[in-house]
């Protein structure tokens, strides 16, 4: 079993950043891939990046312009979302997953919203 919970959104002005978490906990061992993907009001799920068990990560087309950066702390099953100059069409719903071959469990969300 393993499991996946956020933290770190809240509501920030136009430009500022915010670093969200994702923290795994169970058999974090079989986790293969962890994602970050946002749910805008109105607009499907969309994914914004990867990493890899081995540390590979991966972006989305849409966020490679480098204002998303995605990471770890192995020592502490976190997977974290930089996110600067932010945007007020950066609000949304942020989730993290965590892909086990076939099997992908999901967190619960963390709002971000993002005043002009």
């Known amino acids: 079993q393993v499991q996946v919970v956020e933290s770190g959104g809240g509501l920030v002005q136009a430009g500022g950043s915010l670093r969200l978490s994702c923290a795994a906990s169970?058999?974090?061992?079989?986790?293969?891939?962890m994602n970050w993907y946002r749910q805008a009001p109105g607009k499907q799920r969309e994914l914004v990046a990867s990493?890899?068990?081995?540390?590979?990560?991966?972006y989305a087309d849409s966020f490679l312009k480098g204002r998303f950066t995605i990471s770890r702390d192995s020592a502490k099953n976190t997977v974290y979302l930089q996110m600067n100059g932010l945007k007020p069409e950066d609000t949304a719903f942020y989730y993290c997953?965590?892909?086990?071959?076939?099997?992908?469990?999901w967190g619960q969300g963390t709002q971000v919203t993002v005043s002009s």
């Open positions: 169970g058999s974090i061992f079989s986790i293969n891939v």
């Open positions: 990493i890899t068990s081995g540390g590979h990560t991966n």
């Open positions: 997953n965590a892909v086990l071959g076939l099997h992908i469990v």
